[in-house]
């Protein structure tokens, strides 16, 4: 069955670094993997996706994640933080049917100034 | 467009109660999709839906739990009889096609069940 992980329940970062926020993934076949970030009381929010092509995938709001098969990774990244990235993220990969997203357990990023 | 929009955005209940949660997917979109979210179990996928009809209710909870989607533009969560273990939020969300630009994810409906 298709699932994802995130090891990480929070990170914490300075306004201004890097960020990185882990997932990896187990999937049949090929994986059709998502980012999405909850605002507090918001819905979820689409950041990127990766199907096919480039492993760098750019996405919104600064972010990218590289895909790596290898590792079966999907990292989202983003070079210089900012306060208002603060938020709940989410990773998640197609289910094997090609119909509906499961999700990550989701991991905090707190942005500090 | 206006997105997906669910009602009501908060309901509070007491046990034992029925409870309707309503949604409106985007226009055009064929599928659509309710999930429920806790802290403890994180992001549960409870039922989908494919021009209209229930393609995998396996995440239902129990009995207690049913949705429908009448037409194309309007979707219910039901929950008869409540109970405290169902607060939550519940979202809705719905795509065109198999989704590959994306799924497009309502506000939610914070249900607290006293």
């Known amino acids: 069955a298709q699932s994802v992980a995130q090891p990480e329940d929070q990170v914490n970062v300075a306004e201004g670094n890097p960020l990185t926020v882990k997932c990896t993934y187990s999937?049949?076949?090929?994986?059709?993997l998502f980012w999405y970030v909850q605002y507090p009381n918001r819905g979820l929010q689409f950041l990127l996706k990766?199907?096919?092509?480039?492993?760098l995938v750019k996405g919104s709001y600064g972010f990218e994640a590289e895909f790596n098969k290898s590792q079966t990774s999907f990292h989202l990244k983003k070079p210089s933080a900012l306060v208002s990235d603060s938020a709940l993220y989410f990773c998640?990969?197609?289910?094997?049917?090609?119909?509906?997203?499961?999700f990550g357990k989701g991991t905090t990023l707190s942005v500090s100034s | 467009d206006a997105g997906v929009i669910q009602s009501p955005r908060h309901e509070v209940t007491e046990m034992g109660q029925e409870v309707t949660l309503r949604c409106k997917p985007i226009s055009g979109h064929n599928s659509l999709f309710w999930y429920r979210q806790t802290m403890m179990r994180g992001l549960e996928l409870l039922i989908y839906f494919n021009n209209n009809v229930p393609i995998d209710d396996s995440g239902m909870p129990e009995d207690r739990f049913s949705a429908k989607m009448p037409n194309a533009s309007f979707s219910t969560l039901k929950i008869q009889p409540s109970e405290p273990r169902d607060s939550a939020v519940y979202f809705c969300?719905?795509?065109?096609?198999?989704?590959?630009?994306?799924?497009?994810f309502g506000s939610g409906t914070r249900l607290t069940v006293v």
């Open positions: 999937v049949s076949g090929n994986p059709y």
């Open positions: 969300a719905s795509i065109a096609g198999t989704g590959t630009y994306g799924y497009t």
């Open positions: 990766y199907i096919t092509g480039d492993n």
């Open positions: 998640a990969v197609r289910n094997q049917a090609g119909t509906a997203l499961i």
